[in-house]
């Protein structure tokens, strides 16, 4: 974890779209990001520099907010 940034909790949904969208860039579009499984994005989250969040403590309206969240971090980035 870097020391300069604060750590970041599974209701950090934007910093943790973030994250996903400096990982992925223009590789995901918004299709493709809404066809993720939830396996699969539960598992980038946890490599989400700077994340702190237990994969126990994940629930589906975590994983949705995180996931519509990572579309409008798209969206502002086209």
Known sequence: MSMDEP?????????IAMGLYERFGD??????????????LLEW??????FVGLREHCNEGHLE???????YEWRDNR
């Open 65 to 71: 907010m995180i996931q519509a969240s990572w579309v």
């Open 7 to 15: 750590p970041i909790e599974w209701q950090d949904y934007e910093d």
């Open 45 to 50: 989250i946890l490599e989400v520099p700077n």
């Open 27 to 40: 590789d995901f579009d918004e299709m493709k990001i809404y066809r993720v499984r939830f396996t699969q």
